[in-house]
């Protein structure tokens, strides 16, 4: 799509939008670009929007719906994916290579969706390869409606902080790495906002704060592997919010955020007015890297002190903290109505699955799987074989359940890993990690309810410690070594939708799959029908397009 097309384009849906009362737009074009630049001191190839590291803020509110014409000009095929937004109905957005033909380069494409009842803090980054790695990613926050309150009073101003462990190899050196069957090792460094202030008094403050006002400080941790723990100088955090939910407010002197996560603090500017370092510090690692950042009163005088409380050691206060957060069951969140309204503990579940991660490193060739299956991309999106009808040429349904090596073993098969759950049923899926590493996983269009996370493995009897009251509802759980974890929820979004480890090595290399919901309404009131410019590829390019949904 060309310029004057574009801007006729903008003009007719906001016309549109005028006419027929819909929820506002807003539009952003974005130029995706190869830079060169030394985060660590060392130059080289990031991936740049607008010529911005990080990719720019989008600030939305609820039920806005958001216009994002990309326009890919590097040299490789081009996704984003926007992380925890719930795409409802609408999973031909979600920017995943299972539902999505890349964009090729040099050329664009246009992702229109709304951000549907939802509120809180989020973000963006390019999903194809190993391109998170070499940044592309930004904040996308959510703000709730005015006529809907939120259970603190407005803060004096809003900040996204994007925290994550970087490496100074390139993404397609790393990748060729990954290939050659050898895991990527350790970072180089810790990145706040891409940056990290290296001390001396010559670093410029990330943030400002006047005295005596409170701010709001977004923080999710967007890196490759590392889970991080975040704290201010001698400033408490006031949790209020995680992944889009309203939680009891609680302070805490730091928090562990692993990858994917993000976690909404309030902060008040009450200490003695100088510099104070944000720190970001690796958590279950035997080398200790952090990264730091400035935070600066407007009145103050005085370098950051260089006194930093040591991050916390082991994983036992990590579990704690999770047991600590509590859904806010009298708050409201997109809509009027208090999240505590949703009984989900009162609701019988139809159907319970478990999933237990593995890897495999013979014959010179590292992967990871789910149950005994690493999943590998196909040529043809899952989604577009299935609304096309030819799913039997591309995958089979539900392998991962007849697979003989689901257990715990080390040899694993290679194939597109998809399952199907039944429309509108409640089912509680159950995460077993038998490694010596901590695992996240990340569902896309749901939030769940993590009502618990253990030591050992699960069996049934273990459901008499789960919250069945107030547990968070969120998009992303951690399991931590020998551990397990249970979420549920509701399938009641029709879609395609990816269910994925948030550590890049394992989701670049098949610890992922993806969950089709059908409804068997095929009605608009249940999922879109697919977008006019959808990219095709594949087996179905050619194929004439079924009937629509009515």
């Given at each position: ?22 929820d ?6 974005w130029?995706?670009?190869y ?21 720019p803020?989008?600030?939305s ?14 040299d490789e ?10 795409q409802?109905?609408n ?8 539902t ?8 664009n494409?246009?992702?229109r ?12 980054y ?11 990613f ?37 990748k ?13 460094g ?11 008094g ?36 006031k ?10 407010q609680?302070?805490y ?31 279950f ?6 990264g ?10 005085g ?5 930093i409380?040591k991050?916390?050691?082991?994983w ?10 509590r859904?806010?069951?009298?708050a409201?969140?997109?809509?009027p109505n208090p999240?505590g ?11 319970t ?5 593995s ?15 690493s ?12 609304y ?9 349904y539900d ?20 399952i ?27 939030s769940?309810f ?7 493995t ?37 879609g ?13 290399l098949g610890?992922?799959?993806?969950i ?14 697919i ?20």
């Open positions: 799509m060309d310029g004057v097309m574009y801007f006729l384009l903008v003009c007719l849906l906001a016309t549109m939008s005028l006419i027929h009362g819909e506002p737009y807003f539009f952003f074009t130029n995706v670009t830079g060169t630049l030394s985060p660590l001191g060392t130059p080289q190839q990031v991936i740049l929007i607008n010529n911005e590291f990080p990719g803020n989008i600030n509110t609820s039920n806005n719906n958001l216009v994002v014409n990309v326009f890919n000009n590097l095929p081009l996704l984003f994916t926007w992380h925890g937004v719930q409802r109905k999973c031909w957005q979600d920017g995943v290579v299972g999505n033909c890349p964009i090729v380069p040099g050329t494409f246009t992702y969706f709304q951000v549907k009842d939802q509120i809180g803090s989020y973000f963006y390019p999903f194809t390869g190993l391109h998170r790695i070499a940044g592309g930004g904040g996308l926050r959510i703000n709730s409606r005015l006529l809907i309150p939120v259970p603190y009073d407005d803060p004096e101003d809003d900040y996204t902080v994007l925290i994550g462990d970087w490496y100074t190899k390139s993404h397609s050196s790393l060729k790495f990954l290939e050659s069957g050898h895991s990527l090792g350790r970072p180089q810790v990145l706040i906002n891409g940056k990290s202030a290296k001390g001396g010559k670093d410029q403050p990330l943030f400002t704060m006047k005295p005596d006002k409170t701010y709001k400080y977004r923080i999710c941790n967007v890196g490759i592997k590392y889970s991080l723990n975040f704290m201010i100088q001698n400033h408490p955090m949790l209020v919010e995680i992944e889009g939910s309203h939680v009891v609680m302070n002197d730091s928090l562990d955020v692993h990858v994917g996560q993000c976690f909404g603090v309030l902060v008040t500017a009450n200490k003695e007015p100088k510099d104070y370092y944000m720190v970001a510090t690796t958590r690692t035997n080398t200790i890297l952090q730091k950042g400035i935070i600066r009163y407007t009145n103050g005088k370098p950051p002190s260089s006194q409380l991050a916390p050691v082991g036992a206060l990590s579990l704690n903290q999770f047991r600590s957060f859904w806010n069951l009298t409201s969140a997109a809509r999240q309204s949703y009984h989900y503990g009162q609701i019988n579940i139809t159907r699955v478990k999933f237990i991660n890897v495999s490193r013979g014959n010179n060739k590292l992967r990871y799987a789910i149950n005994g299956v999943h590998i991309d196909s040529d043809t999106p899952v989604k577009l074989a299935e096309f009808g030819i799913q039997d040429k591309v995958f089979k392998s991962i359940f007849n697979n003989s090596l689901q257990s715990v073993g080390t040899s694993v098969i290679e194939q597109p890993n998809v199907k759950f039944e429309f509108r049923t409640f089912i509680e899926i159950i995460f077993e990690n038998h490694e010596k590493t901590i695992q996240t996983y990340n569902l896309d269009g749901y769940f993590a009502v618990a996370i253990e030591p050992g699960w069996s049934p009897d273990k459901r008499r410690n789960y919250n069945l009251l107030d547990a968070v509802s969120r998009h992303t759980v951690q399991v931590f070594p020998k551990c397990w974890a249970a979420i549920m929820l509701t399938f009641d979004n029709a395609m939708w990816n269910l994925r480890s948030e550590n890049t090595e394992n989701r670049y610890q992922q799959l993806y089709s919901v059908v409804s068997p309404e095929r009605s608009l009131n249940d999922e879109y029908n977008p006019e410019n959808c990219i095709i590829c594949g087996n179905v390019k050619g194929l004439p397009k079924p009937a629509p949904y009515t």
